[in-house]
């Protein structure tokens, strides 16, 4: 939650600060500033709302080739211009930018209170940039300062620090939060997402815990909390520039979606050995033993990842014969868990920043757990602090509405429940037939895709409904919870996912004469079930639409509307039913009028606990 974006070399700072909040006004979009250095002057303009206001208020650019910017997502503090970021010190030396959270902010603050200083905002940050410029006026230098101040703070904090008094450097520190650093010939970029600094470079270095960057033009320096040199490695990172644009897409979430073939395709690549039935996972590979041996698997995420987290538990748990659970991850965290060495942790995150899954996955391996994780984000913390794991390759997912990740973190959990399965008593011909339907998910998601109009169509009549219900079984309630999600977050309609097996224990109650409810009917060992459920909901006067096989007479004659799906191996349904649900979720918010890439309230990366 929060962009911060800073920039030193030879060109204009203020454009090039701005270009790169904008490609990360999705971790947070409430207000925006950016500071500038020129003539030992701090340039200061800031805003509140999108970034677009900024520009709107400060139509000038702030002279210097030297600046820092933040795009906020409001913590302490309401959203106000005082409260945005950058925060100066109170002698105005110092400016800086912060993602994250001061826990022992209260604290910190009274203290500097009771010393005399009058704090301008609501801000912990503000009391970041007091700490450091306490330090330079002790003397120290800007990146002693930004160390004794990253001492002194609980919490987590990504931050970047200016000193009026010298134009040549920036300071970046990390503890919790990320930071990454973009290395030119005569220029460096630092911003808390590498998809900022894509344009610019592709030699980047990633910040670890506890790091503390000094940057020049074109060269930096890192030391620890502790003051000694860090080496860091420098890193190419691999996605095109253009992937994380709109294109001709009105948004990025329509975009995202329509992306999803090729994004399994890519997910795919050389993981599926299809001639001996399973998949082949490069991450996996110095591990096979230890998987071989597991007894148990936990997999856990938060929101759109704890779905796709309970997914996979099924799959594994159906097919691989392995007991597996998916927890959310933000409970598994504080409730002390009973740690097993027999046991596979499973984390999954697309941002890999998710702050309640990265304290979840780091109180377990604590306990001396095995870890692996699930993630979109090359480098980000979840790939840097599990032993092993899966990039799902999905690209960049920019809309803050997860739709590719959400299908291609189920692959993932699909290829190692696969090879799971065939570590154990699943033949090679059923290890192949599951094989060979992962091959043709691509073709599939694309006849999915040809449904948008009939999705369209139902999300104009349903639109502003009061209510809509969304049932499943198996592998797909968590889809069904799911699609619901997906209505709440961007078309804010007060929506429900479960078991149709659930609704007769209260939830029908809900249902009157009329009312939008998705069902999942795929032809597999669930459907008898559902039909039962679909019943139950005619009998009430719901509108029922069903993504289905075109050829299932019985449900075609009970439901209001069939979403055809292709014939397909049981084990795929999950990916093939988020399609419809997705479109349904996008085309009723973009009837209402939403902001539909920037839903309110909510940001891409839940930084904070
Ligand atoms: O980056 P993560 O996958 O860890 O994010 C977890 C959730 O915050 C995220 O999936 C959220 O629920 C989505 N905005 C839903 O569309």
Redesign the pocket.
Known sequence: MCGIMGYIGGQQAWDIVLSGLKRLEYRGYDSAGVVTLSERKLRLARQVGHISALEKAQPEPLAGSIGIGHTRWATHGGVSVKNCHPHRDSSERVAIVHNGIIDNMEALRAQLCAEGVTFRSETDSEILAELVGRGLARGLALLEAVREAMRQIEGTAGIVAIDRDDPELLVAARIGSPVVIGLGDDECWVASDPLALRPFTDRMVILDDGEIAAIFAGSFRTVDLDQRDRDKRVEKILHQPEEAERGDYEHFMLKEIHEQPRAIDRSMRGRLDVSMGSSILGGLKSHEQQLFDVKNVVFF?????LYSAQVGAYLMSRYARVPCVAEDAAELAVRNPIVERSTLYVAI???G??AD?LSALREIRQRGGLVAGITNVVGSSLARETAFGTYVHAGPEIS???TK?FTAQVLATELLSLRFARMRDLSASEGRAWALALQELPDKLKLMLEQAGACEELARRFAGHRFTMFVGRGANVPVAAEGA??LK?IAYVPAEGMSGAAMKHGPLALIEPGMPVWALVPPDETRERMIGNLRELKARGAFIMAVADLGDKEVRELVDRVIPMPSHHAAVSPILNAVPLQLFAYYSARHLGYDIDKPRN?AK??TVM
């Open positions: 995420g938060c929101g759109t990842s995150s697309q941002s920043e998710t899954t803050v509405c997860s990740a999600l997906k977050e909510l990366s839940v």
